[in-house]
């Protein structure tokens, strides 16, 4: 499939990413590129049923998901651009409304 | 003079030097390292690597310098807990001596991608030193550091270990704690090992390997101890993948790599042909599920929790999120998770991603059978297709750039140990051979990779 301007611009949009104007013609032809490259894996025969990968050797035994007390040297102030009452502060939400 | 103030002129030095191949370290730091091992042996600690200086890539977190990753978006970040891998090396007598340059978050085959700058290739400025892991690998080739730890997620130690002319080891995925190691691809992560010789990479390895309560994916299995170099390797079979050595591979390279067999032929091991068919799939694979799970890994760069913020235009959060991102992500960052958020996105998922998740069991699947009983016990390839490159060379075409990592990347996919060994000089450039394992066969590895060491002896030309 080729890659267009508007694909590009819109996958930019999902990951929330700004895109400098001079970047995105740039961008269409190298997105492209690489899209094109990836899609001979069309060509290996692994029909619908084919297993996924399942990451890490058999062995592997999740165990359950209990948060670790890790003793933290400084707290998230210290690397937040701001940080008050526990709280990561961000501007209001705004146009995010209706999207 | 201390070994820390030592370990000062020389990072000074090739920091002088030009090579670009540190982001962080100060002789204040190295003295503090060294009273603490001193006061470790004091009061009678076992230390196997008492006063070993290593180095670490800048994307393994550590509370007393900044982790950077080498990007802007993380630039001042100082973690508030130190990874797993470095609490151990420091309980085991090791001096962390430098934060080494790498490709932003790890993404990069040259470390051209450096938000500071491209790493300099040790022996020959103007070709780069492979990457991501560039600049661990170019201290130890520069001989700043006897070792250092990289980060593997499509061959980041191996390809750099082979252009540099050291030694690079990529654990089994679930070897070593990933815990602390700043998240590029989740299911292939591996830290991984650079040492001068087989054994400073054995060595460390030894210390940082096992299991991690903080990291679920490390197996509780015990760590094999890595024995003496063996005088013979009778009984052995080695396995040469057909599709590892395609009719336009570098000849120097081929020399380099024939000559690794004629030294483990001499030592008595059987080399035989296998096949590996879906090897040329491994770089499309890897090129669908690394920016995927990079996509939603560097989700958490918003301007929200980290230091870098730019708010945009519309003062709100959604341009905050696009505008901290836009500014501090270099341009291969970008790129990548572009790429993953178009083959997760609607409509592509199982063209793109689930395919590239059957084609990887296929990858592994080949390599299981390898191993199989009645099979062989290890494999033997080219690290790289060629020679370290030139500077800018492929930065224009980021296919051509991921082609330098063909014959690492399916090892990746599969989470199989393999390490690059160093077995010439072609035109002066070093070369490397590699050694895959099934899991968990680091040990064997070694010892196997240590005798081919001891029988090819001091780099020559093999051309």
């Avoid at chain 1, 508007?6 to 492209?32: F, K, T």
């Avoid at chain 2, 390895?205 to 170099?229: F, Q, Y």
């Avoid at chain 2, 500014?327 to 592509?348: C, D, H, K, N, Q």
Wanted: hydrophobic fraction near 45%; charge should be negative.
């Amino acid at each position: 499939m080729k890659i267009g301007r508007e694909e590009v611009l819109h996958v930019a949009r999902l990951a929330e990413l700004d895109v400098p104007a001079a970047d995105v013609e740039g961008l269409v032809a190298q997105i492209g590129r690489i899209v094109e490259y990836v899609a001979q894996l069309d060509q290996v025969p692994a029909g619908e049923q084919a297993e996924p990968f399942q990451g890490g050797p058999e062995r592997v035994a999740l165990r359950e998901d209990v948060p670790g007390s890790v003793p933290l040297v400084r707290g998230p102030e210290s690397f937040a651009p701001e940080f008050r009452d526990g709280l990561f502060l961000v501007p209001r939400l705004g146009s995010m409304e209706g999207e | 003079m201390s070994g820390a103030r030592a370990l000062a002129e020389r990072l000074r030095a090739a920091d002088a030097s030009g090579l670009n191949a540190t982001l962080h370290w100060s002789e204040e730091l190295l003295l503090a390292e060294e009273a603490r091992v001193a006061a470790l042996k004091g009061a009678g600690a076992r230390l196997p690597l008492e006063g070993m200086p290593v180095a670490l890539k800048d994307n393994i977190v550590t509370t007393d310098a900044p982790t950077t990753c080498a990007s802007r978006i993380l630039e001042g970040f100082r973690s508030p807990y130190d990874a797993t891998v470095v609490t151990r090396l420091r309980s085991a007598g090791a001096l962390i001596a430098a934060k080494a340059n790498l490709d932003e978050f790890a993404m990069g085959s040259s470390t051209e991608h450096s938000a500071f700058g491209r790493v300099l290739h040790p022996t020959h400025p103007d070709r780069v030193p492979g990457g991501s892991s560039g600049g661990s690998a170019a201290l130890v080739a520069a001989g700043v550091v006897p070792a250092a730890l990289g980060s593997e997620t499509g061959g980041s130690v191996r390809q750099p270990a082979s252009f540099c002319g050291i030694v690079g080891v990529k654990p089994t995925y679930g070897r070593v704690s990933r815990f602390g190691l700043v998240a590029f691809g989740s299911s292939l992560d591996c830290v991984s090992v650079f040492g001068r010789t087989v054994a400073d990479a054995a060595r460390v390895l030894s210390v940082i390997a096992g299991p991690d309560a903080n990291d679920a994916t490390t197996v509780d299995r015990p760590v094999d101890p890595v024995g003496a170099v063996p005088g013979s390797l009778s009984g052995l079979r080695i396995g040469l993948p057909a599709e590892y050595f395609p009719a336009d591979l570098d000849p120097g390279v081929r020399a380099g790599v024939d000559r690794a067999a004629a030294a483990l032929r001499a030592l008595g091991a059987e080399l035989v042909p296998v096949s590996l068919p879906h090897t040329g799939y491994a770089v499309p694979t890897y090129y669908v599920l690394a920016p995927a799970e990079a996509a939603s890994n560097l989700a958490r760069y918003d301007g929200a929790r980290y230091d870098a913020r730019r708010i945009g235009p519309a003062g709100d959060l959604p341009a905050l999120y696009r505008a901290t991102r836009g500014a501090g992500f270099g341009a291969e960052v970008r790129r990548r998770i572009l790429v993953g958020t178009y083959v997760l996105s609607a409509g592509y998922y199982n063209a793109y991603y689930r395919k590239a998740q059957q084609v990887r069991n296929l990858i592994a699947a080949d390599f299981t059978r390898a191993f199989a009983p009645g099979g062989v016990d290890l494999l033997l390839t080219p690290t790289t297709p060629s020679p370290a490159f030139r500077a800018g060379e492929k930065t224009e075409d980021p296919v051509a750039m991921y082609l330098a990592d063909i014959f690492v990347s399916a090892v990746s996919l599969a989470g199989l140990p393999a390490m690059s060994l160093p077995v010439g000089l072609s035109e002066g450039l070093p070369v490397g051979a590699q050694l895959v394992a099934p899991a968990f066969g680091e040990a064997r590895m070694l010892e196997v990779a240590g005798a081919v060491e001891a029988a090819l002896g001091a780099a020559r030309e093999v051309r």
